[in-house]
């Protein structure tokens, strides 16, 4: 079983930076992708970022070049450093991590969420 504990959301002023970070727990084993969902009020959980054991990274149109994803393996941790930030990026931000640790076999874990408010 995985567990992810995220940290680091917050309220910011339009143009601010926040930090999130997202631990997991647990055997994730080595074929895995981590990433942020978010999730606005009353919207769907759309996809922000994603970034692959193999190295492959993909980012939502909306964050690119203001969003970067980062992962570190040894502390099977995932980074989502947010700059310029803009009221629509408001919203509950979810990690989530997908395991596959034999062909046909996919697993996936989401964290609690964490509240990103940005607001002047």
């Known amino acids: 079983q995985v567990q992810l504990v995220e940290s680091g959301g917050g309220s910011v002023q339009p143009g601010g930076s926040l930090r999130l970070s997202c631990a997991a727990s647990?055997?994730?084993?080595?074929?895995?992708?981590m990433g942020w969902y978010r999730q606005a009020p009353g919207k769907q959980r759309d996809l922000v970022a994603t970034?692959?054991?193999?190295?492959?990274?993909n980012y939502a149109d909306s964050v690119k070049g203001r969003f970067t994803i980062s992962r570190d393996n040894a502390k099977n941790t995932v980074y989502l450093q947010m700059n310029s930030l803009k009221p629509e990026d408001t919203g509950v931000y979810y990690c989530?991590?997908?395991?596959?640790?034999?062909?046909?076999?996919?697993?996936?874990?989401w964290g609690q969420g964490t509240q990103v408010t940005v607001s002047s």
């Open positions: 989530k991590v997908r395991t596959t640790p034999r062909i046909g076999q996919v697993y996936d874990y």
């Open positions: 970034t692959t054991s193999g190295g492959g990274i």
């Open positions: 647990g055997s994730i084993f080595n074929s895995n992708t």
